[in-house]
């Protein structure tokens, strides 16, 4: 199985802050890499596929970069509706496997 | 507008089975794979299992196989999960979610989520 590891579990940042979260998996998986936000109580929402490829309707304020095994997701300006979690998943193969997930909170 | 909506959740006993369903709209159903994905309460997100788009295919998490089992209808636009001999680890909310491909692809929409519950 491919194991996604994401850092940092959690960070703290304020408005306005450029935030990079990263994601390692144990073995290439191409660009196969999508990112997701969850708030709390609520379903995820599909941000990122193949990497960098933005979703229908989210904002050009998330980007993502990566490929093999070393991926990021950048939030260039944070407002405060992305204080939220958000996960990786990679689907080169099955098991599909997620992250651990990184949590932004207010500083 | 993709929806998609989960029910069948609930409270059961350890050992119990549930069946839970996924109605799906606002897209070409029979185009897509569709699949679960679980999260137990504080904890992140588990895929369970994937159904290609026309049934023929169908993988399964090691922590659910044998004891799941992925379904749809196609014309009904339904996707299913059988869920036997239920264990208190498979407490969770189980998300339905929607495949941008055929098979091996990335999830675009998701539902609300139903509980479930396993516990005496």
């Known amino acids: 199985d491919i194991q996604m590891t994401q850092s940092p579990s959690s960070l703290s940042a304020s408005v306005g802050d450029r935030v990079t979260i990263t994601c390692r998996a144990s073995q290439g998986i191409s660009n196969y890499l999508a990112w997701f936000q969850q708030k709390p109580g609520k379903a995820p929402k599909s941000l990122i596929y193949a990497a960098y490829s933005l979703q229908s309707g989210v904002p050009s304020k998330f980007s993502g970069s990566g490929s093999g095994t070393d991926f990021t997701l950048t939030i260039s300006s944070l407002q405060p509706e992305d204080f939220a979690t958000y996960y990786c998943q990679q689907y080169n193969s099955y098991p599909l496997t997620f992250g651990g997930g990184t949590k932004v909170e207010i500083k | 507008e993709v929806q998609l909506l989960e029910s069948g959740g609930g409270l059961v006993q350890p050992g119990g089975s549930l069946r839970l369903s996924c109605a799906a709209s606002g897209f070409t159903f029979s185009n897509y794979a569709v699949s679960w994905v679980r999260q137990a309460p504080g904890k992140g997100l588990e895929w369970v299992s994937t159904i290609n788009n026309n049934g023929g295919n169908t993988y399964y998490a090691d922590s659910v196989k044998g004891r799941f089992t992925i379904s749809r209808d196609n014309s009904k636009k339904t996707l299913s999960l059988q869920m036997n001999s239920l264990r208190a680890e498979d407490t969770a909310i189980y998300y339905c979610?929607?495949?941008?491909?055929?098979?091996?692809?990335?999830?675009?929409?998701w539902g609300q989520g139903t509980l479930v519950t396993v516990s005496s």
């Open positions: 979610a929607k495949n941008e491909g055929q098979w091996l692809a990335p999830f675009d929409y």
